[in-house]
């Protein structure tokens, strides 16, 4: 299965953004999924996460309403919405898929398919 993450960009703070994280080469329908930022300097860090049906979901404590994470099974993709973005949200976003497991981890070592990843930059 490869992972390509799409929608980030430059947006000012408190804008808007919505990540992508489209499968091709496998169905995503049966794994966990989730949303990773890396930011300058700083470790890899997991935003949220999502069981396969997309019924149970996870975020960072730093997140709480701020994003959703959400997926469409039938488009074989996951998706992050981001809203009133900060400059500290400012990272490379990666999404990331576990085919060991159908429900919610939040490490990243659980994960076995990446994508590149997306830049999001928010300016103050």
């Known amino acids: 299965v490869q992972l390509q993450a799409s929608g980030g960009g430059l947006v000012q703070t408190g804008g808007s953004l919505r990540l992508s994280c489209a499968a091709s080469g496998g169905r995503l329908t049966r794994y966990a999924a989730a949303w990773f930022r890396q930011a300058p300097g700083k470790e890899r860090e997991i935003v949220a996460a999502i069981s396969w049906s997309g019924g149970s979901t996870s975020y960072a404590d730093s997140i709480q309403s701020q994003f959703t994470i959400s997926r469409d099974n039938a488009k074989n993709t996951v998706y992050l919405q981001m809203n009133a973005l900060k400059p500290e949200d400012t990272a490379l976003y990666y999404c990331?898929?576990?085919?060991?497991?159908?429900?919610?981890?939040?490490?990243?070592?659980?994960?076995?398919?990446w994508g590149r990843g997306t830049l999001v930059t928010v300016s103050s």
């Open positions: 990331a898929a576990d085919s060991r497991s159908m429900f919610v981890r939040n490490t990243a070592y659980a994960y076995d398919y």
